[in-house]
């Protein structure tokens, strides 16, 4: 059976992690899917480590240490992207 | 070693590093970022640019200058524009408060704001508090503002020379840093304090025109604005990357770059040895690296060097009042003198005295003073406590310390308590006024635990009300409400009373053991 999880589905779930756990509660941040963390100052060196166990932790993959780049991690719709590459990826060893 | 008074003798201003090698040779790479090259000739015309929006703004010699923006070129062509222009840069932590930013533009009367687009934000929350502010200058068209501020776009600026008289001995930088009471202190250094410390460390790094370094500390921090003055002056380049939220990202730069050399507080070296494959560090370019900063734990100074070899490692120390750096390590007496922070750098004379400046013997722990043309001028608009730490011509460090036979410093700990955590001034008393702020706090004692990572980390002890209760989720989030991410404790640890002495003073020293005895728990 495929599981296939919706791009919008991890944008919200990540949007809400960040949210709550990182910035704690922060109201004066605003997240769109295409913000760059780095350029809103969003994360620092803490908070990928951090955001990086989450999602190790909710979807069940490894980061490798060479996937933790801004080209995979640097918006909500990257890590979207990212997340679904890593599942699929996944999926294809469990099929195998 | 190279010969330090003998490093650009001609170099007498600041805005001097960038005019001789645009002079000589304009079309060397300057500067590198993620999307271009910068050269020496691009980069005078934008510091014109600059120059010249401050003049139209009306910039008088030795006014202050506020820059408040992330590393990159438009940040130093408007920091040597501010020298051009014979106004005094301020660099500003674009991370601060807005709150805490207002406060210091308030302190050294700060007219002008020299920002990037991205800092509107950050800019609308400094009006909400008192301030002076009359003008911002930006690198391209903010807007017509409607609160009294004038903009001024610097894209529409020609960039022509201005014509301006200075002495060396004037200011030309004023950097705030955390004291022990909490309130930022404008370190004010001279032109000459500035150029003098970056021969001695051009000196003993031997720099050279090939040489350029990977730039992942901000500007506004001193450490950070020394790789700049440093390179410029042997008409070296920096390369800028942002990103070092994403280690491994840097580190490919740095080889695609040919960097020569990196620099680093204790948490970046912690980062690359627990986030990095280390091989990558032997890049065939890169020939040194430093790291000062605070504390490093000699096991990772170990790993780095064995990492990097047969490139070499530079531990560091040094003060944002003695205009960055005061001693180093020869990288090769690592072997004998593990721990230690080296000898003085050329022009600086150091030693460990009493309260009232008499020297100690050889051996005995006291606190580090130091000498030489790289000190500081004055901390701005206060005398007091300009004249606590400036004495006779020596520098109080706030650091104790002791030098063995052969005159090598081992930095003991702080005299006065200030944390430093990942490269960051912490003042333990202003993150303990915010925790005293939350309804259940009844005290709280704020404290830099040692950290292989962080260097210290942000620790705090506290007592509550009676009946209260607080979870460490609840007492971050209040942190955050006044405090930047790192100066939240990282540790909290519940006692039911702190540990006073009979006169009712807060032990500090027994606190540590706190952290050792004490289970951390919530209620």
Known sequence: ?96 | MLEHASIAPKMTLMQDLLLYPAAQSPERTALMTLDENWDFGRLLHRARQYSQALDASGLANGDRVGLLMENGPQYVSAYFGTFLAGGVAVPLDYKSQSEKLAAILRDCHVRRLVIAPLQVPNVVGILEHKQHLTWIISPSELGVRSDGIKCLSVDAIEGMPINIRQDHSSPAVINYTSGSSGLPKGVTMSHRAILANTRSIVSYLELNADDRVMQILPFFYCYGASLLHTHFMVGGSVAIDNRFIYPSSVLSNMEKSGCTGFAGVPSTFHTLSTKCDLSKLRNSKLRYMTQAGGRMDPQLVDVIRSAIAPSRFFVMYGQTEASSRLTFLQPERWIDKRGSVGKPIPGVSIKIGTESGRELPCGSVGEIWAQGENLMTEYWGNADETARVLVDGWLRTGDLGRIDEEGFLFIEGRVKGIIKSRGYRISPSEVEDVLGRHPAVYEAAVMGIPDSQDGEQVSAVLSLKQGASASETELAKHCRMFLPAYKIPRRFVLVPELPKSASGKLQRESLLTLFQTVSEKFL
């Open chain 1, 1 to 96: 059976m495929i599981n296939k999880i919706e791009t919008a589905d991890i944008v919200k779930e990540v949007e809400g992690y960040i949210t709550q756990s990182i910035l704690l509660g922060a109201s004066n941040v605003s997240l769109s899917p295409e913000d760059s963390f780095l350029q809103k100052g969003i994360l620092d060196s803490t908070g990928v480590l951090e955001l990086v166990a989450f999602l190790e932790g909710h979807y069940g993959f490894i980061c490798q240490d060479d996937e933790i780049t801004p080209e995979n991690l640097d918006t909500l719709n990257s890590i979207a992207t990212y997340v679904q590459g890593k599942l699929k990826l996944s999926l294809s060893s469990e099929i195998a």
